[in-house]
Nanobody, 120 residues
Framework: QVQLVESGGGLVQAGGSLRLSCTASGRTFSITVMSWYRQAPGKRRELVAT???????AYADSVKGRFTISGDNAKNTVYLEMNSLKPEDTAVYYC??????????????WGQGTQVTVSS
């Protein structure tokens, strides 16, 4: 099992920056991908950024050029650098880990979420 703990959320003015962190603990081997999702009130949870273990980050179009996902394997931590924040970025941000299992499927783990609020 894997436990994910996010931190770094908060209130920021439009145009500002935040860095979210997600630290994985437990049985962290065989994690193949780490991602950040977000969910705003009344909206479906959406993928923001993802970084496979082999590299090659991908981003939602809405955040491309503004957000950067990165990882520190030594610390079992993934980051989301958020720049030029907009009010529409306001959401609860969730860390996600996908872990390979013997069946060939993935075990999915979620953090508790951290609130990001961007004021206009």
């Amino acid at each position: 099992q894997v436990q994910l703990v996010e931190s770094g959320g908060g209130l920021v003015q439009a145009g500002g920056s935040l860095r979210l962190s997600c630290t994985a603990s437990g049985r962290t081997f065989s994690i193949t991908v780490m991602s950040w999702y977000r969910q705003a009130p009344g909206k479906r949870r959406e993928l923001v950024a993802t970084i496979p273990s082999g590299g090659g980050a991908a981003y939602a179009d809405s955040v491309k050029g503004r957000f950067t996902i990165s990882g520190d394997n030594a610390k079992n931590t993934v980051y989301l650098e958020m720049n030029s924040l907009k009010p529409e970025d306001t959401a609860v941000y969730y860390c996600h880990a996908g872990q390979s299992v013997p069946s060939g499927d993935f075990a999915n783990y979620w953090g508790q979420g951290t609130q990001v609020t961007v004021s206009s």
